[in-house]
């Protein structure tokens, strides 16, 4: 059987239509003595410890059975309805991906509240609107720092109640004085609520609940102006569930496959106040009885990757480029020279990219594996099947690079709007440069109006906006009716056929893929341009509303050029920008250690200040090679004509990031107008 009718047609009883709350006692019925959860001691003075939890020796991780979380679970549902939460009541939850998040996720859930996630960096000011527009009830936050940044702004809001995950302290005691609302530690609320907790009328809270009922609100990034509250449903999130375990569930025709299944772990670093950690770290790890541990501190987690030796794991982009920095420098500091180890990689790039290896190509790929990749594997706890990338494109040479390695990146695609996952690349047939092919359910279908005639010329299917549809997409956002009518369009509006199948009309060629959905609702506007090829496989080319228009009036997507970077050891980032110029330029920030690695290997001598040393000649002369590379893979339009080498990263805490490090490009080009500036004063004659 083909895989893709195979996942169609598997089914199973971790597959169904239910709460998110019954979907986690299900599960934990199923799994009661398997590991769920692994905490690491000496992070955190949590407050569970004595009470609920065993403290875990420092620098170890302590794990927890399902049994035992869902007690947690349980005992937390029952204190907060102690404390007044009722069905449809808003709570935040303001915290660093923890074990506690997800407990109180799922206790929320349970009492049945809508939780609304607040990203650990957020501003007091950022605060104030994310408790304030939803007109959250109460929060939980991790610590008396984010009390206080609450504090701060409570004349603003209407909260009844705060509970902290770890110890006050008299800093914290103080805080919590100068609160006008109830502040509980959440060790209190889980003794509140084990006296509390009746079997019966917990299972009535949870019977009272409906799938379509809203589960959360998630707010978007706020990379194009102010964030809005995405409405998601517990059918949106389950039924995401569904579709990403009929691809990546223990199917019969599986063999020898990876799977998520109970015997499958991961290591949950991302932001569950995002989408995609939400429902890929969280929601179908617990659903698949899998175990999750936490990398409670960001600078212990190559460490973390090897004590609890993940099969499985989601990042980002950028993480995976930071990773391969790491990976190139570890291994040029051991015995493999750096020769050896670009040698290696691309063998295994060459492997991967080859359809039918011979016999000599297979011999090199087994020294390289030898002499390199199984040292970068073992680096990562030697157990890793597969990774997941989303929230972002990822460089198809890096990807390739990846699978090359044995540690096969699977790209796929989502917006929060979706619960996240539109497509993904299946382990049985990856194709890198793609996000892989579209979950059972979803349909989805492109319209290229929002595109100009030569736009993406070279392209062999269908390009334009990406339109989707299916049971996991949002009816909206929060208190935005404008926001939402805008954000859907209907078939009669596309192309006046009403049916989804492929049509020229007045909003210009669409097509249909996928495999059912929701047929009878309106078409949700992704903002991103692909390209729908013709094997069903879908490529990312750019969001929208960053094509850079030309005054010559060609489109550029900035995106595939930025991304084309991703490898080199001298280029930490780049922004593309050019819109209504005639020619293309760059902001170019360096990779600083390398550079000066470089420069040591070489015996120049670099200036100690970062911002001198982008103005040093030798430094400028190999920006200007890396974009002469870059720029042979691309179109004469396309290419980078001019550069500015600028010494500032960007980075969340500068606010050129978001929290899912998607670049802020609208803050990029305004903190970076003298350079641009100083690009197109003139339009150069050569351009």
């Not at 936050?141 to 109640?161: K, P, W």
């Not at 609520?193 to 609940?209: C, I, N, P, V």
């Not at 993480?319 to 063998?347: G, H, K, N």
Request: contains cysteine; glycine residues 10%; hydrophobic residues 35%.
């Amino acid at each position: 059987m083909e895989w893709r009718d195979a996942e169609r047609e598997y089914d199973d009883e971790v597959v169904g239509r239910s709460t998110m709350s019954r979907l986690f006692e299900e599960s934990a019925a199923r799994h009661e003595n398997r590991p769920a959860q692994q905490y690491k001691g000496g992070v955190y003075d949590r407050t569970l410890v004595g009470s609920a939890v065993t403290a875990a020796a420092d620098g170890e991780f302590r794990s927890l059975s399902y049994a035992e979380m869902r007690d947690i679970v349980r005992s937390l549902s029952a204190g907060f309805r102690e404390l007044g939460v009722e069905a449809d009541d808003r709570v935040g939850i303001f915290a660093d991906t923890r074990m506690e998040w997800a407990q109180a996720d799922f206790g929320l859930l349970a009492a049945g509240a809508v939780v609304t996630t607040v990203y650990r960096g957020s501003s007091p000011s950022q605060v104030e609107y994310l408790l304030g527009d939803p007109d959250a009830d109460g929060v939980v936050v991790e610590n008396a720092e984010l009390l206080d940044r609450v504090v701060r702004v409570q004349d603003s809001l209407d909260l009844d109640f705060a509970v902290v995950m770890d110890e006050l302290g008299s800093d914290g005691e103080a805080t919590a004085d100068d609160a006008d609302f109830e502040v509980h530690t959440l060790g209190d609320l889980y003794e509140r609520g084990s006296e509390a907790f009746d079997s019966e009328e917990y299972e009535s809270w949870l019977d009272s609940r409906d799938p379509e009922d809203l589960a959360t609100l998630i707010y978007t990034s706020g990379t194009t102006g102010q964030p809005k509250g995405v409405e998601l449903t517990h059918w949106n999130f389950r039924s995401n569930v569904n579709q990403c375990y009929r691809r990546f569930g223990p199917r019969p025709d599986k063999g020898d496959l990876p799977v998520i299944d109970e015997n499958a772990s991961t290591v949950s670093f991302l932001p569950l106040a995002h989408v995609l950690e939400r429902l890929a770290g969280h929601f179908l790890m617990f659903a698949a009885g899998a175990t999750v541990a936490y990398a409670e501190d960001p600078e212990t987690l190559q460490e973390d990757f090897q004590k609890v030796e993940p099969t499985t794991g989601t990042s980002v982009p950028r993480v995976y480029e930071r990773m391969y920095d790491a990976i190139r420098e570890q291994a040029e500091s051991s015995p493999v020279s750096e020769r050896l180890f670009e040698w290696a990689t691309e063998v295994g790039r060459e492997y991967f990219e080859t359809e039918s290896p011979g016999m000599a190509l297979r011999a090199k790929r087994a020294v390289a594996d030898k002499l390199v990749f199984r040292k970068v594997r073992n680096g990562l706890g030697g157990n890793i099947d597969f990774l997941i990338s989303g929230g972002g494109s990822l460089s198809p040479e890096l990807c390739a690079l990846y699978h090359g390695m044995g540690l096969p990146i699977l790209e796929g695609y989502g917006l929060t709007e979706t619960a996240p996952v539109v497509a993904v690349n299946p382990p049985e047939e990856p194709k890198a440069g793609t996000i892989g092919t579209p979950v059972v359910d979803e349909e989805v279908r492109v319209d290229s109006s929002v595109v100009g005639e030569d736009t993406f010329e070279d392209s062999d299917g269908e390009v334009g906006e990406l339109l989707v549809r299916g049971p996991n997409v949002t009816d909206g956002y929060w208190e935005m009716p404008d926001a939402t009518d805008r954000a859907f369009v209907g078939d009669d509006e596309l192309d006046g056929s009403g049916d989804g199948d492929a049509a020229d009309g007045d909003a210009g060629s669409a097509q249909s893929r996928g495999d059912g959905g929701d047929s009878g609702g309106r078409w949700f506007r992704t903002g991103d341009i692909v390209e729908l090829r013709p094997d069903d496989y879908i490529e990312f080319r750019e969001r929208a509303k960053e094509l850079l228009v030309l005054s010559t009036g060609k489109n550029v997507a900035p995106g595939p050029i930025e991304d084309a970077f991703a490898a080199s050891d001298v280029v930490e980032q780049v922004v593309v920008v050019g819109d209504g110029h005639k020619f293309v330029s760059a902001l170019v920030v360096p990779n600083f250690e390398g550079v000066r690695k470089r420069a040591e290997s070489e015996g120049i001598a670099l200036p100690d200040d970062d911002r001198e040393l982008t103005r040093h000649e030798t430094v400028r002369e190999w920006m200007d090679e890396e974009v002469d590379a870059v720029n042979e893979r691309f179109e004469s339009h396309e290419q980078i004509k001019q550069f500015r080498v600028v010494g500032e990263e960007f980075t969340e805490d500068n606010d050129l990031l978001t929290p899912t490090m998607k670049k802020k490009r609208r803050n990029i080009l305004e903190r970076f107008a003298d350079e641009i500036d100083a690009i197109y004063g003139r339009e150069y004659e050569e351009a």
